[in-house]
Nanobody, 119 residues
Framework: QVQLVESGGGLVQAGGSLRLSCAASGRFFSINAMGWYRQARGKQRELVAL???????NVADSVKGRFTISKDHAKNTVYLQMNSLKPEDTAVYYCNADVWGGSAHRDYWGQGTQVTVSS
């Protein structure tokens, strides 16, 4: 029903920046929220940031002040601007979308993109 395509991951040095993108496509009426989660090696998946259809955001304390989430509503695309990256930011980053399909409200996940921050 919905496909999420992520891009922008890679290897960066500590203190550097990276911008992730996630575009949603498929059959749905609306996207209620989109966000980014990450899962580091041996760790639990955690919320990084999310943005709702009205533009409100929620950002994890661990990245607050360094990461910014934004969206292009017309393109059904969400971005994560990551600045001042730290080695502890190293993880697989997953895009998530909370989608209204007309009769159901469901979560979809992207394939994940690796972000590696070297010291």
């Amino acid at each position: 029903q919905v496909q999420l395509v992520e891009s922008g991951g890679g290897l960066v040095q500590a203190g550097g920046s990276l911008r992730l993108s996630c575009a949603a496509s498929g059959r749905f009426f609306s996207i209620n929220a989109m966000g980014w989660y990450r899962q580091a090696r041996g760790k639990q998946r955690e919320l990084v940031a999310l943005i709702t259809s009205d533009g409100s955001t929620n950002v994890a304390d661990s990245v607050k002040g360094r990461f910014t989430i934004s969206k292009d509503h017309a393109k059904n695309t969400v971005y994560l601007q990551m600045n001042s990256l730290k080695p502890e930011d190293t993880a697989v980053y997953y895009c998530n979308a909370d989608v209204w399909g007309g009769s159901a409200h469901r979560d979809y996940w992207g394939q994940g993109t690796q972000v590696t921050v070297s010291s």
